[in-house]
């Protein structure tokens, strides 16, 4: 049974649903449509966190973006907070410095001409012309632990949270 309170009055929600229940066609496209919901986020944070709105994603993006909704669905749990075995980065710092790693490792496969397959699918075989996944995402971990890197992301952190402070009304 699950509580909420409100205005000071605590409101019980006892349990519609148990484990093996058959659920009708409403139901489950209301639980399929939360499962997307929160997979959208999942790869506008992990795969567009350098896009603004406005913006359109390559195809390398758009590719990425599939294989990482496809995995996601097929690991999805509700109840779960993340996919399996995935780390959360809480350090606003080591966020933005992933986010800069990935876009400057994406940049670097697409401009070298070399893989004109872009980056492989996670735990797929890497095809000729591909650039293979775990390479990408061993090059995204050592980029974001560059100085320099760090450095940026600090900066950008910084500057992230003064504009807020400034945004501030007294009222």
């Known amino acids: 049974m699950a509580t909420f309170t409100s205005y000071g009055a605590t409101i019980n929600v006892p349990d519609k649903y148990a484990e093996g229940q058959t659920i009708n066609a409403k139901e489950a496209a209301a639980l399929n449509a939360r499962m997307a919901e929160f997979i959208s986020h999942r790869i506008r944070a992990s795969v567009f966190p350098d896009l603004n709105k406005g913006d359109v994603a390559d195809e390398t993006l758009v590719r990425e973006a599939q294989a990482r909704a496809d995995e996601l669905v097929q690991s999805f749990e509700f109840g779960a907070e ?34 004109p397959g872009g980056i492989s699918k996670k735990g797929e075989e890497v095809v000729e012309g591909q650039y293979s996944y775990d390479r990408y995402l061993d090059k995204v971990a050592e980029y974001a632990k560059d100085p320099r890197v760090l450095a940026k992301a600090k900066q950008i952190v910084k500057a992230r949270n003064a504009s807020s402070e400034e945004d501030v009304v007294d009222l």
Request: positive net charge.
């Open 82 to 115: 993340r996919a399996p075995g995935e780390a959360r980065v809480v350090d606003p710092v080591e966020k933005e410095a992933l986010a800069l790693a990935r876009k400057k490792v994406r940049v670097a496969v697409e401009k070298s001409g070399q893989y």
